[in-house]
């Protein structure tokens, strides 16, 4: 391998051959559609991105001798970039393994990288049988979502984790979650692995695993966390970081470093996080900008959301083209009002944050919307109602085949939800530096909503003082909306392109220390 790259330097054909790559890597994706994309997680790491990463990951490894593990290789960004950058830091390449399920990546790679000596495996990486003694790994993973990952795979995948790693995954992991688990067998001792992933993992509740593995399991040495208002990928909507860790047990307390923004070489921020500190906090995204955060952690019984509130998910319907109506649709289609329930648009539709009642609990909106409920089996349904089974029946071929539709008892029974005075919009962005990507919104009427707004039911104490008070829901949404949007994002998650999003779990986590004032005032 190390004459081969000193070849490819000498005559200038990795320059060629990256040239190459990038126009067969453009050919593939455009004959892929954007869902087959998805569903395989095939999203290619650009070579700028894909040269910083190697560069940095080189120097974290003292050996001179490179044996180097590609468990996605795609088209070969990685590998190109390995073989440009080994004559930089004066290392060279004993052995080299890429491994790529799609038949397509994998014959561009051959096409490519066949003549460099790298061993290519045209398989699955989790199915591949470990060759092992592997000291250099670097991986842009499958960003497959768990829904795409059949229930059979993921049966196997648990059970392979767990007897290899003792770790077990939430049935919401991603695939490259399993990924980093399935390649530490593939690790020679204090191999350095360098792994391109959503940088969720670090807030969600199935990243807890992944976490555990990275402080048990290896050496924690980086983080870097790429800045998602400057999304790494044109094609997926995902916030990205560096995961880096040798493959060494360390027993006593370390430091990490968790950078943000910018490069590697160059980050926005850097700081040196303590591995006990990680250990303790749910969100690894508070790192590096959170300053003092040792003494911010569990030092505090301040009064949260979800002492005051059950929060719920707007309830998701299956398909609200079909089943959300406006009352002009309702009329002309001649539908039974029974068999409708008042539904607040969208946020992005809803242009006002308080939303008024008519005389008959609907809200005063120019255009006002209605859920179709129907709870009535189809041959009632049939029998008695006309209007509503020929409208129902024109959905069978088309809404009912719907995944969330076709799982249901009856493919048109919808989520229980009732009415609540407080909502907050489930994502979106900020405007400016003083707006925020949450809307608290004040419901006057008996309006539901979908799962595009998180639903706030207020707990029985909290009843209490409303009924007590006329004035006490503006004085509560006053408060709710006095949260300060970094009080939000802490608890909440962001995307590329910088969108946020906050789960009913993650907002109740959400410090309000005025809405204990208001009780003791109210008392």
């Given at each position: 391998m190390g004459t081969q790259t000193k070849r490819f330097g000498t005559i200038g054909d990795l320059n060629l051959n990256e040239s190459k790559r990038l126009q067969l890597q453009a050919a593939i994706d455009k004959s892929k559609s954007i869902e087959n994309r998805r569903?395989?997680?095939?999203?290619?790491?650009?070579?700028?991105?894909?040269?910083?990463?190697?560069?940095?990951?080189?120097?974290?490894?003292?050996?001179?001798?490179?044996?180097?593990?590609?468990?996605?290789?795609?088209?070969?960004?990685f590998y190109s970039a390995l073989l440009s950058e080994c004559g930089k830091r004066y290392k060279s390449i004993k052995s080299a393994t890429g491994i790529e399920l799609d038949d397509d990546f994998y014959s561009a790679a051959h096409e490519l990288w066949g003549d460099t000596g790298i061993n290519l495996i045209n398989g699955d990486f989790t199915e591949t049988e470990c060759l092992g003694n592997i000291n250099f790994l670097v991986s842009n993973p499958p960003y497959v979502r768990h829904h795409y990952i059949g229930q059979e795979k993921k049966s196997i995948l648990a059970t392979m984790t767990k007897d290899e790693m003792g770790l077990s995954f939430s049935g919401l992991a991603g695939l490259y979650c399993y990924f980093i688990l399935c390649a530490h067998k593939w690790l020679a001792p204090n191999a350095i692995c360098g792994w391109l992933i959503p940088s969720e993992f670090m807030d969600v509740n199935y990243g807890s695993t992944l976490k555990e593995y990275l402080l048990n399991n290896v050496h924690l040495l980086r983080v870097h966390r790429y800045n998602p208002e400057n999304c790494k990928f044109n094609d997926a909507l995902v916030s990205s970081c560096v995961v880096w860790f040798k493959n060494e047990m360390v027993a006593e307390n370390y430091d990490v470093e968790f950078s943000y923004g910018g490069t590697h070489e160059k980050p926005e921020i850097s700081r040196n996080i303590n591995k006990s500190i990680l250990e303790r906090h749910r969100k690894w995204t508070h790192f590096p900008e959170k300053e003092n955060i040792n003494v911010q952690l569990y030092s505090s019984n301040t009064p949260t959301l979800g002492d005051f509130f059950t929060i719920k998910r707007g309830l998701a319907t299956g398909d609200n083209d079909f089943f959300i109506l406006s009352k002009g649709q309702i009329d002309d289609l001649d539908l039974d009002m029974q068999f409708f329930t008042p539904i607040l648009p969208s946020p992005r539709h809803l242009k006002c944050d308080e939303v008024f009642s008519d005389k008959d609990g609907h809200p005063c909106l120019d255009t006002q919307y209605f859920l179709l409920r129907c709870t009535l089996p189809e041959d009632e349904v049939k029998a008695h109602f006309p209007a509503v089974w020929k409208y129902l029946n024109g959905g069978k071929d088309t809404t009912a085949q719907k995944y969330l539709c076709k799982n249901r008892k009856v493919w048109y029974f919808q989520e229980s939800r009732s009415a609540t005075p407080f909502l907050c919009s489930y994502m979106g962005r900020r405007k400016n530096e003083d707006s925020r990507p949450f809307r608290f919104i004040l419901n006057h009427t008996d309006a539901i909503a979908t799962n595009s707004y998180l639903m706030l039911y207020p707990k029985v104490f909290l009843r209490e003082v409303i009924t007590q008070s006329p004035d006490a829901l503006h004085k509560i949404w006053e408060i709710l909306t006095n949260i300060t949007a970094s009080d939000l994002e802490c608890e909440g998650r962001i995307y590329g392109g910088g969108l946020k999003k906050i789960e009913p779990k993650e907002l109740s986590y959400v410090k309000c220390p005025r809405l204990a004032e208001l009780l003791v005032y109210a008392s």
């Amino acid at each position: 391998m190390g004459t081969q790259t000193k070849r490819f330097g000498t005559i200038g054909d990795l320059n060629l051959n990256e040239s190459k790559r990038l126009q067969l890597q453009a050919a593939i994706d455009k004959s892929k559609s954007i869902e087959n994309r998805r569903r395989f997680g095939q999203f290619a790491t650009p070579y700028e991105l894909a040269q910083e990463i190697i560069s940095y990951g080189l120097t974290l490894q003292y050996e001179k001798e490179i044996s180097f593990l590609e468990p996605a290789m795609g088209t070969g960004a990685f590998y190109s970039a390995l073989l440009s950058e080994c004559g930089k830091r004066y290392k060279s390449i004993k052995s080299a393994t890429g491994i790529e399920l799609d038949d397509d990546f994998y014959s561009a790679a051959h096409e490519l990288w066949g003549d460099t000596g790298i061993n290519l495996i045209n398989g699955d990486f989790t199915e591949t049988e470990c060759l092992g003694n592997i000291n250099f790994l670097v991986s842009n993973p499958p960003y497959v979502r768990h829904h795409y990952i059949g229930q059979e795979k993921k049966s196997i995948l648990a059970t392979m984790t767990k007897d290899e790693m003792g770790l077990s995954f939430s049935g919401l992991a991603g695939l490259y979650c399993y990924f980093i688990l399935c390649a530490h067998k593939w690790l020679a001792p204090n191999a350095i692995c360098g792994w391109l992933i959503p940088s969720e993992f670090m807030d969600v509740n199935y990243g807890s695993t992944l976490k555990e593995y990275l402080l048990n399991n290896v050496h924690l040495l980086r983080v870097h966390r790429y800045n998602p208002e400057n999304c790494k990928f044109n094609d997926a909507l995902v916030s990205s970081c560096v995961v880096w860790f040798k493959n060494e047990m360390v027993a006593e307390n370390y430091d990490v470093e968790f950078s943000y923004g910018g490069t590697h070489e160059k980050p926005e921020i850097s700081r040196n996080i303590n591995k006990s500190i990680l250990e303790r906090h749910r969100k690894w995204t508070h790192f590096p900008e959170k300053e003092n955060i040792n003494v911010q952690l569990y030092s505090s019984n301040t009064p949260t959301l979800g002492d005051f509130f059950t929060i719920k998910r707007g309830l998701a319907t299956g398909d609200n083209d079909f089943f959300i109506l406006s009352k002009g649709q309702i009329d002309d289609l001649d539908l039974d009002m029974q068999f409708f329930t008042p539904i607040l648009p969208s946020p992005r539709h809803l242009k006002c944050d308080e939303v008024f009642s008519d005389k008959d609990g609907h809200p005063c909106l120019d255009t006002q919307y209605f859920l179709l409920r129907c709870t009535l089996p189809e041959d009632e349904v049939k029998a008695h109602f006309p209007a509503v089974w020929k409208y129902l029946n024109g959905g069978k071929d088309t809404t009912a085949q719907k995944y969330l539709c076709k799982n249901r008892k009856v493919w048109y029974f919808q989520e229980s939800r009732s009415a609540t005075p407080f909502l907050c919009s489930y994502m979106g962005r900020r405007k400016n530096e003083d707006s925020r990507p949450f809307r608290f919104i004040l419901n006057h009427t008996d309006a539901i909503a979908t799962n595009s707004y998180l639903m706030l039911y207020p707990k029985v104490f909290l009843r209490e003082v409303i009924t007590q008070s006329p004035d006490a829901l503006h004085k509560i949404w006053e408060i709710l909306t006095n949260i300060t949007a970094s009080d939000l994002e802490c608890e909440g998650r962001i995307y590329g392109g910088g969108l946020k999003k906050i789960e009913p779990k993650e907002l109740s986590y959400v410090k309000c220390p005025r809405l204990a004032e208001l009780l003791v005032y109210a008392s």
